[in-house]
């Protein structure tokens, strides 16, 4: 149960309606978001929305417990923008957080970064935990790789999101990220949502690979209860019987959520996919589709890379990438941030920045 408290509702009001949920048998949580002043009664018991709705002070009651409420356009009928640093996620300007599966060494992630940097992305994505299906695979380099990405991303003048997998490392990740990515994997992991959600940080919440777009939308729930605005959604292919493509990105999801949420959204065509071939027309349809932004993944020498090597662009095909989605973000209304003419170099590809091995 979620109550939308009237800006105008005075802190007797509040007070009369929080005790009327607690008598109920909720336990009452409040919750300031820039949009609105909630109250979340936490428990079974719909008969009892009517009798909130015809309280003084009371604006709007969503009485439904499989059905999103904070992030439900009734409670915020504007559309949410999140900044991710310089990075403003659900603005007029597509944001493009690009980056390597997995950062792999200092090289790798420095040349990455400039290069993605001075081609227009806007934030710097980076593996350090990383959730990979078999155990014998590649891990990551942990909190190694998150200073390695931090130093990159200052370095580009790019903010930077990588994926955090345990509750216990939140608060040590926090210092090192202007984004937490919550994987696909980990969208249902509630303990994970709450601790990321006490951040205030922004947020990447991965939909997940079986995931129905109500349980996504509820997944985003946890977060904005704990008072965290700051939920981004991204659509990243879901299981189905094609084997064709390693997932069947769903581009239908754009659309729904955006009629159902305030919360940007994006897309990322690299893990939807799973084939480079198909990355660059699929996030021309992504950004068509309405999409707030993409997330890519880009590699020096993606046959030499640690993770998702098949998936990933290299980099003279981030820079075609970015150069096809720049008419289509016109043709929808959008547009691209600038790239940073200062950083471009000359050359592009694998030899242009003298990538060497990872370090
Ligand atoms: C990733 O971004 O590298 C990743 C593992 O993504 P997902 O959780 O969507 O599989
Ligand atoms: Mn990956």
């Excluded at 991965?206 to 349980?215: H, T």
């Amino acid at each position: 149960m979620i109550v939308k408290m009237s800006p105008t509702a005075s802190p007797s009001e509040r007070g009369a309606v929080s005790e009327a949920l607690a008598q109920a048998g909720f336990e009452v949580q409040p919750v300031a978001l820039p949009f609105g002043s909630f109250l979340a009664g936490l428990g079974p018991g719909e008969a009892f929305a009517g009798k909130l709705r015809a309280m003084a002070g009371v604006e709007w009651v969503q009485p439904g417990e499989s059905t999103p409420a904070l992030g439900s356009l009734e409670a915020n009928p504007g559309r949410s923008t999140v900044a991710i640093g310089s990075c403003l996620v659900g603005g007029p300007s597509l944001a493009v957080m690009a980056g390597p599966c997995s950062v792999e060494g200092p090289t790798q992630v420095q040349t990455c970064a400039r290069f993605v940097s001075a081609y227009g992305a806007t934030v710097l994505r980076g593996g350090a935990y990383k959730p990979r299906t078999s155990p014998y695979s590649f891990q990551g380099f942990g909190r190694e790789a998150l200073e390695m990405l931090q130093e990159a991303g200052r370095a580009a003048g790019l903010p930077v999101v990588s994926e955090v997998m345990d509750p216990g490392d939140v608060e040590a990740m926090a210092p090192f990220v202007d984004c937490f990515q919550l994987g696909a994997r980990s969208m249902q992991n509630f303990p994970l949502l709450k601790a990321v959600g006490r951040t205030g940080k922004a947020a990447l919440l991965k939909r997940g690979p079986s995931a129905g777009l109500a349980e996504f939308l509820l997944a985003a729930e946890y977060l904005l209860l704990q008072g965290n605005p700051n939920v981004i959604l991204c659509e990243r292919g879901i299981k189905t019987f094609e084997t064709a493509t390693r997932n069947t990105l769903d581009l239908n999801a754009v659309p729904i959520l955006k009629a159902r949420t305030h919360l940007p959204v994006v897309v990322d065509p690299s893990h939807g996919t799973g084939r480079r071939a198909a990355v660059i027309p699929m996030a021309r349809a992504a950004v068509a589709a309405g999409a707030d932004g993409l997330m890519v993944e880009v590699h020096p020498d993606p046959d030499r890379a640690l993770s998702d090597g098949d998936q990933s662009l290299t980099l003279a095909e981030f820079r075609q990438l970015m150069d096809e989605i720049g008419p289509v973000a016109e043709a929808v209304g959008r547009s691209l941030a600038a790239p940073r003419q200062g950083l471009r170099q000359t050359g592009s590809g694998r030899r242009g920045l003298g990538w060497g091995a990872a370090g």
